[in-house]
């Protein structure tokens, strides 16, 4: 498989950026830090988690479409809108 290598780094920081941000909802956890704080930051590893796997989807979208050995499709339309909804 194809795989953009730009594409690839943004999920990569993506994911990476999410680590620090659930370390730290660990961290504000531990040291107990008021509850408002450790939902607002959770919420942010939340979004971080969707959008990285939004990218993921999104930028191999045309290779899950077209590119089967046989040059058939390797998913349907239906496959690919239900793996979008897995992230819903």
């Known amino acids: 498989m194809q795989v953009d290598p730009q594409a690839t780094r943004?999920?990569?920081n993506r994911l990476r950026r999410a680590q620090g941000q659930l370390a730290g909802v660990i961290a504000m956890i531990e040291a107990g830090r008021d509850c408002e704080d450790v939902v607002t930051q959770?919420?942010?590893v939340s979004r971080a988690l969707d959008r990285a796997g939004f990218k993921i989807v999104a930028s191999?979208?045309?290779?899950c479409l077209t590119t089967a050995e046989d040059g058939s499709p390797t998913m349907d339309s239906r496959e690919l809108e239900q793996l979008?909804?897995?992230l819903a």
């Open 60 to 63: 191999r979208m045309p290779y």
């Open 42 to 44: 959770l919420a942010a």
């Open 10 to 12: 943004a999920v990569l």
């Open 84 to 86: 979008f909804l897995t």
